[in-house]
């Protein structure tokens, strides 16, 4: 199959051409660019005439309906060959017609196959970035981390603790004593003990994106194969919230790879398909499910979680999820325009005027005009700003997923005369917006609840990888604010939530602008669906009903 071809002949129609130009079009060299087209001339899907002396130029003239004759070859391979090969093939540089039919294609074939696993399909729109838990802050790698490794304890979304890989605890305001499990086994057959522990906690403790939130503990020691200590500087209460979340699941290094203690393990991870197993020594109840495979699809697939034993997709139905929330944040430690408050506050005014418009880029969100817990957060109005003197265009970053809102507020601002310029940056490079001064003056953030929406903000607040670690440093004493949260009970944390809200708002350093909400389809025979980590379902307790 030949992509370059299809890219060819949706760009370039019959006439005089550049070969530079299709080098630069086709990602090649003029040299490579070159040789495809003398290949493609002798294969019959063009006929090139090369350029003779400067009055001359280069011509190509169609012979073959490229798209048409690639569509019937491809619809040929959807009936015989593997998922990975079909998936790699919508990938192409379809038109939208085209496309729509090889997805209706592709969609039925989707992981049907008559055997006796169980195996959930997922449509996966991007490769996983990483799947080690002290990496993964897109939503996409962390609900992969969720199911591959565990936890020392969970937390639901009241905020109350259950056992995990430690079945008790001890706690006082000097220590937390946690007792570990028996005979708990890494994917690859080593048992799990303190030490391990230890480790995997000295690493989350020492990383970046989670030093400052470890403060209050001065050691981490093992008492024994079974017990852990963690020695407090002065009393902490969400040490053991801490240890719920993805960043402090236990992992072991070896043989190049991780290991984790998880419902599944990973058995292949490439850019076309992610497959996890069960693992039936799983310290927990054995998952039902036997495999869930990711199958790369283009981005406008409809996401439908299916299972491997329906040969065509007849019923759905929808789980819909609370998701996190969006937010505009303003770099005010630059030295720009975005320095001073009546900036902010226009352009503050000015989202919140327009915010309701955001429905019509993304149905999924809510406009919100409180903070940004729904409910508890109150409203807050933002009186009518005129647009201040404005030396330079101001800097807005901008990914894929967030193209289409700075374009929106590139319009709100135009029709003052303020000027707007866009910055692309890739998405995994936002993910490090906390770790250093960032080259815009203002962006977009979604910020996804992990499960319990208070300890979720709480790591938004004080997370290395957070949005708002640079802009805090300048808004207040962070240190005092920490060492507060630590000396209160965590179920009295929302007035302390609230006071930041409310100052980071009224200072318009952030502007709410929506709730978000995730829908998911699974085909009918999927059962038990419930939702855990980042609104995501949890894949231990799914069950596929038996066709009869």
Known sequence: MEPKLLTLWHHVKSGPIKMSDLSDLLGLSIKQTTRYIHKWHDQGWLIYQGGVGRGRPSEIKWRKNVEETLEKMVQERMEK????????????????????RLMK??????????????????????????????????????????????????????????????HSWEQDEA??????????????????????????????????????MWSPVAEITAKGSLVVDLHF??????????????????????????????SFYIESNDEVKTVLHAFKEYYKERPILDVIEYVQVPKDFENIYRSSAQASINETFKVDSDYGF??????????????????????????????????????????????????????????????PPI???????????????????????SKDGCVIELVPVRFEETLNN???????????????????????????????????????????????????????????????HLSLERRLIESSHMVPLYFSK???????????????????????????KPLV
């Open 434 to 496: 906390g770790l250093g001064n960032q080259e815009c003056d203002f962006f977009f953030h979604g910020e996804v609840f992990e499960i319990n929406q208070s300890f979720s903000f709480f790591q938004f607040l004080f997370g290395g990888s957070s949005p708002l670690n640079t802009l805090l440093e300048i808004c207040i004493d962070k240190d005092a604010f920490l060492k507060s949260y630590a000396m209160t009970p965590v179920s009295s944390w929302m007035e302390l």
């Open 391 to 413: 030396s330079r265009p101001l800097k807005l970053q901008v990914t894929s997923h967030t193209n289409t809102a700075g374009e929106w507020a590139r319009e709100i601002f």
């Open 81 to 100: 060959g593997t998922i990975e090969e079909c998936a790699r093939l919508l990938l192409m540089d379809w038109s939208m017609d085209c496309k729509l």
């Open 518 to 544: 995730k829908r998911f389809l699974f085909t009918e025979d999927i059962m038990n669906v419930k939702t855990k980590y980042f609104g995501h379902a949890d894949f231990s307790k799914l069950w596929m």
């Open 105 to 166: 294609s592709f969609q039925g074939r989707l992981g049907y196959e008559q055997n006796h696993e169980d195996r959930l399909i997922i449509p996966r729109k991007y490769p996983f970035i990483t799947i080690h838990p002290l990496e993964a802050r897109d939503v996409h790698s962390a609900t992969l981390v969720a199911n591959i490794y565990d936890r020392l304890v969970s937390i639901d979304e009241g905020g109350r603790i259950y056992p995990g890989l430690a």
């Open 175 to 212: 220590k937390l004593r946690l007792y570990l499990r028996k005979d708990v086994k890494f994917h690859d057959g080593s048992i799990l003990t303190a030490e391990d522990v230890c480790i995997c906690l000295e690493k989350m403790r020492s990383h970046p994106f989670y030093e400052l």
């Open 326 to 387: 969006g937010v505009a944040i303003f770099n005010s430690y630059r030295d720009s325009d975005i320095a001073r408050a009546d900036v902010r506050e226009y352009l503050h005014y000015k989202m919140a005027h327009h915010r309701g418009e955001l429905t019509g880029i993304d149905p999924n969100i809510i406009p919100n005009d409180c903070g940004v817990f729904p409910g508890i957060s109150r409203p807050y109005v933002m009186k009518k700003k005129k647009c």
């Open 233 to 262: 500087r002065y009393p902490c209460s969400y040490a053991l919230h801490l240890l719920s979340v993805l960043g402090a699941s236990m992992y072991k290094e070896s043989g190049g790879g991780l290991s984790g203690t998880g």
